[in-house]
Each structure stands twice: as structure tokens, then as C-alpha cells.
Nanobody, 126 residues
């Protein structure tokens, strides 16, 4: 059974940085794609970025490209989301998600992910 535990959220001023972590357990993730989504009240879960565990290929939403970076540590079974130049509109609950990777999959579709963490709040003040 896959377990995902996020950490690292908090309150930061606009222009600041945060690094979120997603500790994964329960299986070997070499065939998985890991993703970050975010959600604000009353809105749908929004794709932020993803990383293919095996080859570290990363994809990003246009809204975060150039500011956010996804990486993974194989030894720690952990995925990171480094967030720089944060903006108030980045305020949301951030979720880690995982699924078995298939080439051509819609990596940006939250409904295609089977496993989710509990989320961590990120608040960016202006």
C-alpha cells in the first residue's frame, strides 16, 4: 500500500522560497510518476508539476515554470518541490500524488492518480 506524506508547508512572504517534501513508502517507485497538485477552496485540484521516477523527466504547469523545480532522492524515497519567487496566487494546499507510469499518460490529470498525500498548506503573503 502506497503512503505519501507531505511536509514543508508554511507562511512565507512574496518573493520568498519554500521546499516541500513528499516521503513515499509502501513499494518501489522506479516505475512510477510522482506529481504535485494544489487546490484552493472551491476550485478544482490544479497540476503543478511531475517527475518520472526512473529518468527524472519533469513537467511543469506554465504558471510555475522557471520558479518551481521538482526533484527526487532515490535513497530517501522522497520527492521535493522547490518553490522560488513565490507569489500570493501560489497560496494553496499542496498535494503529492503517485501512479504507475505509462508513456503517453495524462500526467496533468488529477483523476488519473491513485495515491495521494494528506496535503500541506502554503500561504504566501503580499
Amino acid at each position: 500500500q502506497v503512503q505519501l506524506v507531505e511536509s514543508g508547508g508554511g507562511l512565507v512572504q512574496a518573493g520568498g522560497s519554500l521546499r516541500l517534501s513528499c516521503a513515499a513508502s509502501g513499494r518501489t517507485f522506479s516505475s512510477y510518476i510522482m506529481a504535485w497538485f494544489r487546490q484552493t477552496p472551491g476550485k478544482e485540484r490544479q497540476f503543478v508539476g511531475s517527475i518520472i521516477w526512473k529518468d527524472r523527466t519533469a513537467y511543469y504547469a506554465d504558471s510555475v515554470k522557471g520558479r518551481f523545480t521538482i526533484s527526487r532522492d532515490n535513497a530517501k524515497n522522497t520527492v521535493y518541490l522547490q518553490m522560488n519567487s513565490l507569489k500570493p496566487e501560489d497560496t494553496a494546499v499542496y498535494y503529492c500524488a503517485a501512479k504507475f507510469y505509462r508513456r503517453g499518460d495524462y500526467y496533468y490529470d488529477p483523476t488519473s492518480y491513485a495515491d495521494w498525500g494528506q496535503g500541506t498548506q502554503v500561504t504566501v503573503s503580499s
